[in-house]
């Protein structure tokens, strides 16, 4: 089954936030969006946090309203910038700037690897890594230069792991293993996505000496896109469905006809069913729906 790989831009480092101000980074953001690559863009959204208030906004939004806070004294102390492209599959960039912690996050769904390459130079430009003894200066210093072959690690607060290579099939079915919902997914979900050429995975499944928080991240890494039942309400499956989401996957979330579904998560659709054979043609369905977002051609 013919897949296209997706490449995933995931980088951080610290940097001298002290020279950013919110004007700076609002430039920033223009050169970046005057890359040829993201004049698909049809979404860029810049949210920048001050002590008591939040502005949001394309760039002339944004400006507009920079200058009035500021003159309450109100110091900024968090940026973001989003983009979305009309792409085919959808791809996404995500700026983070905190003054909290001096971390930069860069954050990119389907960019080839040239654009995330060029993306990272930009940024550079105004938010320079930093070494044991101080900022790197680009024009003096040759570790400036982006290596694109060094290894990109999954973020959070446990062990590094690598990041890893999109797989060509695994989906990355996230459930409770309570007894009551094997049938969900030995008669349902396993068969359905597997008829359609993919290798459905649940963690208990994998033979590993990890522990089992980073082996889940790294799953939902590679995993094509994410399947999750939510009925039995358990607190690691809502976890690992917010992990997914953070790391841009497409997640199919299902639930048993009358599941209480929490907070956020009730706002998305999702496929509820009464027997098995409900699932597999809903799950069918919505995988081609998935799949067509993708670019990905499956089994009927």
């Given amino acids: 089954m013919p ?9 951080h480092w610290p940097t001298d ?3 950013i101000n919110a004007d700076k980074f609002v430039e920033m953001v223009e050169k970046i969006s005057s890359l040829e690559y993201l004049k698909a863009v049809i979404q860029l959204q810049i949210n920048i946090q001050y002590g008591s208030v939040q502005i949001t906004g394309d760039v002339n939004e944004v400006r507009s309203h ?3 806070i500021e003159e309450e004294d109100e110091d900024p102390h968090a940026f973001t910038a989003s983009w979305t492209l009309n792409t085919n599959p959808r791809a996404s960039l995500t700026i983070q700037l905190n003054f909290t912690n001096h971390l930069v996050q860069l954050n990119g769904q389907n960019l080839d690897k040239n654009t995330s390459n060029e993306i990272k130079q930009k940024v550079l430009e105004y938010l320079p890594e ?3 003894i101080g900022p790197q200066q680009p024009d003096k210093t040759p570790s400036m230069e982006i290596d694109v072959e060094k290894p990109e690690y999954l973020p959070g607060v446990f062990r590094p792991v690598e990041m890893p290579e999109l797989s060509d099939n695994d989906v990355f079915v996230i459930m409770s293993f309570d007894k009551g919902q ?4 030995f008669v349902s979900i396993e068969p359905t996505l ?3 050429g993919f290798n459905p995975v649940r963690v208990d499944q994998i033979q590993h000496n990890m522990t089992v928080t980073p082996e889940i991240m790294r799953q939902i890494e590679r995993s094509v896109f994410i399947v999750a039942d939510l009925t039995g309400e358990r607190p690691n499956v809502y976890y690992e469905v917010g992990y997914a989401h953070r790391a841009d996957k497409e997640v199919i979330l299902l639930s048993k006809k009358e599941t209480a579904v929490h907070f956020d998560v009730a706002a998305i659709n999702r496929i509820e069913y009464e027997d098995y054979t409900e699932l597999s ?7 081609h729906g998935v799949c067509d977002r ?4 499956v089994s009927s």
Avoid at 281 to 287: F, G, I, M, P, Y
């Fill in 3 to 11: 897949i296209q790989q997706l490449n995933r831009l995931l980088k």
């Fill in 17 to 19: 936030v002290e020279n």
């Fill in 66 to 68: 920079i200058r009035a």
């Fill in 130 to 132: 930093f070494n044991a």
């Fill in 182 to 185: 094997r049938d969900a997914f």
């Fill in 194 to 196: 597997k008829s359609m």
């Fill in 281 to 287: 043609d809903s799950l069918r369905k919505r995988v």
């Fill in 294 to 297: 993708l670019g990905i051609k």
